[in-house]
């Protein structure tokens, strides 16, 4: 079975400033998916960020980027120029690449960020 | 992205009653749907998918007969829980995948309160 995890529960960031959340899995699999979802105080999940395992290339969405390591089994989130609304629970996920029937979506713990004004 | 509606958002019931959640895909076919509870300040917590048309698959641990859920159509998805209890009571989002989907996409969540 999969599992995800993430080692910081709580990070806190100067507004503006650049901050990095951690988060590793376990896996047997090739392909696969990775993700972070933003679940700000509203607790409804959004998609911050998704990274295919068969890309090398590292993906970016504005202000948000990641560092896949994949044999490292590494996916660390990097926030730059942190606004107060960044402020959210940030968790990683984990997806089969493509197994219908036998899917699942598995979350790891959670890092809650705290922009600092 | 594509939107997945849950309903209701909160609501309060007795123990021993039963209570319905649906989660609807409102723009896309959602193959597969997942329900979590997530309890305070921590995270998700998978307790079952459904592919339309089958039988859900639940998590190790969760009772199959308290928590029934029903994914009839690629548009619907529900979760019901059976004579509730106030340990039940928690916070509970369901999410779907469409074919062509690469993520996930949530509903608002259910808050349930059985008193």
């Known amino acids: 079975a999969q599992t995800v995890t993430q080692s910081q529960p709580e990070m806190s960031v100067q507004e503006a400033e650049t901050v990095t959340l951690s988060c590793t899995y376990d896996?047997?699999?090739?392909?696969?998916?990775l993700f972070w979802y933003k679940q700000p105080p509203s607790r409804q999940m959004i998609l911050v960020i998704r990274?295919?395992?068969?890309?090398?290339q590292n993906a970016t969405e504005n202000r948000f980027s990641v560092n896949f390591q994949k044999a490292a089994k590494s996916f660390s989130l990097k926030i730059s120029d942190s606004q107060l609304g960044d402020a959210a629970m940030y968790f990683c996920?984990?997806?089969?690449?493509?197994?219908?029937?036998?899917?699942?979506?598995?979350f790891g713990t959670g890092t809650r960020l705290t922009i600092i004004p | 992205g594509a939107v997945v509606s849950q309903h209701p958002s909160w609501v309060i019931c007795k123990s021993g009653t039963s209570v319905k959640i649906e989660c609807r895909s409102l723009?896309?076919?959602?193959?597969?749907m997942f329900w979590y509870r997530q309890f305070p300040k921590q995270s998700l917590m998978l307790m079952a998918t459904?592919?339309?048309?089958?039988?859900?698959?639940?998590e190790q641990g969760v009772e199959k007969d308290k928590f029934l859920i029903n994914h009839a159509s690629l548009t619907l998805s529900t979760l019901t829980v059976t004579s509730a209890h106030p340990e039940d009571s928690s916070f509970y989002i369901c999410?779907?995948?469409?074919?062509?989907?690469?993520?996930?996409?949530f509903g608002q969540g259910t808050r349930l309160t059985v008193v």
């Open positions: 999410s779907a995948i469409g074919k062509w989907n690469t993520e996930a996409f």
């Open positions: 896996t047997s699999e090739s392909d696969y998916y």
């Open positions: 990274q295919e395992a068969y890309k090398q």
């Open positions: 996920a984990y997806r089969s690449w493509s197994n219908f029937g036998n899917e699942k979506l598995t």
């Open positions: 723009d896309f076919q959602a193959t597969t």
């Open positions: 459904s592919n339309e048309g089958s039988k859900a698959t639940y």
